[in-house]
């Protein structure tokens, strides 16, 4: 089980456009194939930073997300509001 983690920082004017993009998107984003679970987290301190969570199969699923039709139509629109580059990681659980 791979656990993504990006970490998106956007302007503060385009904060409210990114959670509307995210909310309108986020259960065909879960419902690609491989993809458990999407969950969208807030910087508690610094509201323009959020972070996505995702639970994958394997990294062939994440790149056949980043490859999909929907990859192509959220990005764009995502990356026009960023006020930093972007951060993303691969992770998987040593302990429980």
């Not at 993504?4 to 995210?22: D, G, N, S, Y």
């Not at 062939?60 to 960023?82: G, H, M, R």
């Amino acid at each position: 089980m791979i656990h993504r983690i990006v970490k998106l920082t956007f302007k503060e004017e385009h904060i409210p456009a990114f959670k509307k993009l995210f909310e309108d998107n986020w259960r065909e984003i879960k419902n690609q194939k491989g993809c458990f679970d999407v969950k969208l987290l807030q910087d508690k301190n610094n509201p323009g930073i959020f972070f996505t969570y995702s639970l994958w199969d394997s990294e062939v699923s994440i790149e056949n997300y980043k490859n999909s039709e929907l990859f192509k139509f959220i990005w764009p629109k995502t990356k026009s509001l960023f006020g930093d580059k972007p951060e993303a990681w691969s992770t998987e659980v040593l302990q429980n």
